[in-house]
């Protein structure tokens, strides 16, 4: 069965910067697509990022070129940069595979990893 | 503000029937096809249905899913005290090119 495993989080002051990954297994990692979702305390799921299997990447707006997705497909591993972190990026992140069919989600998740931006 | 939105909260009593709206636009919803998820506290989101009205084949059929031009719909009869958590529609949004959740919806079952 498809696993993900989330690690990378932590506490980081203002202004900083953090890489979160994941390590997929179970599965061909480079076959599909992948996406991380965060969730602030208390708050929503937010689509955060996607990278297609081919490397094509997706950002939502409220990043602004700050984050930046990435994969190893050799170490089926994925990754998400984050620069300039602000407090409202404080949240848990989730790592997700992409599912296959029409619509747009997510068949396996990631324990998720919890991202505290705070001085 | 999601670009999707959801009641923040519904209830009903156990045994009886809830449906959760998930209202959108032609550049989501309209033109995409919606997927579901339920959260309990603490957990990672759980896939109920994809591609507006599939489930997943460990999902019971109390569960379904339907859209009518930018709206989609989840349904769940026969509530039950767990079925109490987050409710959350998800799909792809052409203009923003990325995807986008609801709001998300709280159900109570009373």
């Known amino acids: 069965e498809a696993q993900l495993l989330e690690s990378g989080g932590g506490l980081v002051q203002p202004g900083g910067s953090l890489r979160l990954s994941c390590a997929a297994s179970g599965f061909s990692f480079s076959s599909y697509a992948m996406a991380w979702v965060r969730q602030a305390p208390g708050k929503g799921l937010e689509w955060v990022s996607a990278i297609s299997d081919r490397g094509d990447t997706y950002y939502a707006d409220f990043m602004k070129g700050r984050f930046t997705i990435s994969r190893d497909n050799s170490k089926n591993t994925l990754y998400l940069q984050m620069n300039s972190v602000r407090a409202e990026d404080t949240a848990v992140y989730y790592c997700?595979?992409?599912?296959?069919?029409?619509?747009?989600?997510?068949?396996?998740w990631g324990q998720g990893t919890l991202v505290t931006v705070s001085s | 503000q999601s670009v999707l939105t959801q009641p923040p909260s519904v209830s009903a009593a156990p045994g009886q029937k809830v449906t959760i709206s998930c209202s959108g636009s032609s550049s989501n919803i309209g033109n995409n096809n919606v997927a579901w998820y339920q959260q309990l506290p603490g957990t990672a989101p759980k896939l109920l249905i994809y591609?507006?009205?599939h489930r997943p084949s460990e999902i019971p059929d109390r569960f379904s899913g339907s859209k009518s031009g930018t709206s989609a719909t989840l349904g769940i009869t026969g509530l039950q005290t767990g079925d109490e958590a987050d409710y959350y529609c998800i799909t792809w949004d052409a203009s923003l090119n990325g995807g986008v959740f609801g709001g998300g919806t709280k159900l109570t079952v009373l």
């Open positions: 591609d507006n009205n």
């Open positions: 997700a595979r992409d599912a296959p069919g029409a619509s747009h989600h997510f068949d396996y």
